[in-house]
């Protein structure tokens, strides 16, 4: 009888388990204007990741973060700055340039890191419409349905707004 017992409650877990949906990746919510960038990418919905390619969890979440850049849900763009020192250290890292859907930039002075108020890498901060929606800190897995679900749910949140009316 135990073993029937045990037997069953072991096959209940294995399809509870099975039935559970993932807990939504951790961020913690941001309010107010974002910082000026000097020519963001064009999209509603910028995902800014502060980066380099020294940083071993920043190296670890590089092929889910280029593999969303390369196909990023609708109206978000990637901008990752890097706080390397020059680009052939990161073009040693990628093996070659980095590819254009990074939007790739050296942070020099780190003026744009200090702009958002990044101090550890990696930190991505979710931006729409020139609003600041979400910051996640250390590495993520970007390019899962987990992540790409909210980083939807997110951009929808912030719907466009009107634009000014003209007198």
Excluded: N
Excluded at 3 to 21: E, F, H, I, K, P
Excluded at 75 to 84: A, G, I, P
Excluded at 130 to 143: K, M, T, Y
């Amino acid at each position: 009888m135990p073993r029937v017992v045990s037997a069953l409650l072991g096959a209940w877990v294995a399809l509870t388990a099975g039935c559970q949906s993932e807990p939504p990746p951790s961020y913690l919510r941001l309010e107010g204007a974002a910082p000026a960038l000097e020519a963001p990418p064009d999209a509603r919905a910028r995902l800014i990741v502060f980066w380099a390619s020294w940083c071993p969890p920043c190296r670890e979440e590089t092929p889910g973060l280029l593999a969303l850049a390369k196909h990023p849900p609708e109206e978000l763009q990637v901008l990752l700055f890097s706080h390397d020192a020059d680009m052939p250290a990161v073009e040693t890292f990628l093996g070659g340039p980095p590819d254009p859907a990074l939007h790739l930039r050296l942070d020099a002075g780190k003026r744009a890191a200090h702009a958002f108020g990044v101090d550890t890498l990696p930190t991505s901060i979710l931006v729409v419409d020139g609003r600041l929606v979400a910051r996640f800190q250390g590495p993520r897995e970007w390019d899962s349905r987990a992540m790409r679900r909210l980083l939807e749910k997110l951009t929808e949140e912030h719907p466009a707004r009107d634009p000014a009316p003209v007198h």
